[in-house]
């Protein structure tokens, strides 16, 4: 007897406008980016610049995940790619960067508008093991931030151009996140706005990605978006919940959008992991027992067999690869158009056999332009025979815990907490459940550390659990 294990995984996703540019360098890896619609503007076929894999990931972001991702390595080839003249209005990119490396010396961009002018300069830089972000209008002395930015680690990057007709009027913005995606553009940015006189070009006319003049960078730049505004240039403007649950024998996919631009509908897509949790074994990863009772929020890597380090976004980019099967259209939703109110959205696979999925959503506008949700991955095991009560985890904890368990049939179940002195200080859950896998954060603010008792009871069968607070 087989049944459905499933995670229970929110993720943000977004509906885009129209974008003047979408770039996830979904191109195989070990390509010459020249290969894709760019062009070499400087030192070409210099240490080319390569796609490499797998892409980056930041929660939110509609182009984590979608692709793989173009390296800036050393010295070498600087690349541009054209987009339409834009003149007298605002230009915003947004795109994901990872930087592995920086010099510590001269202040040198990597990604700029046009490639001769070279306005709307992103630098970096690093010192004392920590790295600063810049930006320059033009040609005058970068601005940069103070150097409280961590190596290895994803960051959001916002550059917004203001070009204007007449001379040294243009300004230069910078926005840095370090987590979240905010739906509309800060009130003040990170940098900037930077209005230093200077020769100003008569239009914006392509996107450009610099190796500068330095041995020592590394940089990996991914999910790459121009527009004439925040929304535009790929940025939340509409989020979207999307879950995956139990409903039969079948997982039910739900979404929910805040607001809909030009929304032709959703495709959506599977992929069946080859790298299987099998049952009964243990997930030495995320250092949890799997089997009859795994479930897991562990992502793994699309294309290689290095995880993320979620707290920090952390990736390390490895040429060892795990082979998964393609992803796979399996239905279509339609899309509400254009709405100012939140809409819902459902879809049921019926699956035959367990395994190890991914799911994910491609929302398509009419236009054609669209964006992937991130992956959300699902666990197909054995049901155990009867209603448990699984180990939380982790333990010891602090201040939280995640706490499984299995119904078998449907039913009114509770979790209560008690004290040592067998007093009862919280309330987990006391509801009528659908039969399957739960789970529950029993966060443990306000508590004081010591063992509690965890009782479960279902059905006139109760369990327990001792949990340790240590904090």
């Known amino acids: 007897m087989w049944g459905y294990l499933c995670c229970f995984v929110f993720v943000s996703s977004s509906l885009l406008s129209q974008t003047i540019l979408l770039e996830d360098f979904n191109h195989p890896a070990g390509d010459a980016l020249t290969s894709h619609g760019w062009s070499a503007h400087g030192s070409a076929g210099t ?61 040198e961009h990597f990604l700029h508008l046009n490639t001769a002018t070279h306005v709307g300069r992103v630098y970096v830089r690093r010192e004392s093991g920590k790295i600063a972000f810049g930006v320059a209008k033009a040609t005058e002395a970068s601005s940069f931030t103070e150097s409280v930015y961590s190596l290895n680690t994803v960051y959001l990057i916002v550059l917004r151009y203001t070009h204007q007709t007449g001379s040294d009027n243009d300004a230069v913005r910078l926005f840095v996140f370090e987590s979240g995606t905010p739906s509309s553009e800060p009130t003040g940015a990170t940098l900037g706005p930077v209005t230093s006189a200077g020769s100003e070009p008569s239009g914006i006319t392509a996107i450009a990605l610099r190796q500068g003049g330095s041995t020592v960078s590394d940089i990996i730049v991914d999910g790459l978006r121009v527009g004439t505004s925040w929304d535009e240039a790929g940025l939340p403007v509409t989020f ?218 279902v059905g006139g069968q109760a369990f327990v659990r001792k949990v340790a607070l240590v904090k």
């Not at 796609?51 to 990931?57: E, F, Y």
């Not at 182009?63 to 790619?81: F, I, M, P, Q, W």
């Open 240 to 457: 979207s919940g999307f879950t995956a649950t139990v409903r039969g024998r079948g997982i039910e996919l739900w979404w929910r959008t805040e607001s809909e631009t030009g929304n032709y509908g959703f495709e959506i897509e599977r992929r069946e992991m080859s790298r299987e949790y099998g049952v009964g074994s243990r997930e030495k990863e995320g250092g949890r027992v799997g089997g009859n009772e795994g479930v897991t929020n562990q992502r793994q890597d699309e294309t290689t067999n290095q995880r993320q380090n979620e707290p920090t976004n952390q990736r390390n980019h490895s040429p060892s690869t795990v082979h998964h099967s393609p992803w796979s259209t399996i239905g279509f939703v339609p899309g509400s158009g254009t709405s100012s109110s939140p809409r819902d959205y459902s879809f049921v696979d019926k699956l035959n056999q367990p395994g190890r999925y991914a799911y994910r959503i491609k929302q398509i506008d009419n236009g054609g332009t669209f964006t992937y949700t991130s992956a959300l991955e699902v666990i197909i095991g054995s049901f155990p025979l009867e209603s448990t009560f699984a180990q939380n985890f982790p333990n010891p904890f602090n201040p939280s815990t995640t706490i499984r368990f299995f119904l078998q049939k449907e039913g009114r179940a509770s979790i209560c907490v008690y004290d040592g002195a067998g007093r009862m200080v919280r309330v987990l859950a006391d509801a009528f459940m659908g039969s399957g896998w739960h789970e529950i954060v029993f966060d443990a603010g306000g508590l004081a550390s010591g063992t509690y008792i965890l009782r479960f009871e």
């Open 47 to 107: 240490n080319t610049v390569t796609i490499v894999s797998p892409g980056l990931t930041y929660a939110g972001h509609p182009g984590s995940g979608a692709g793989n991702a173009a390296r800036l390595y050393s010295t070498g080839e600087d690349v541009g790619r054209p987009i339409s003249n834009l003149s007298d209005t605002d230009v915003y990119v947004s795109f994901l960067v990872f930087i592995q490396d920086a010099t510590t010396s001269l202040a």
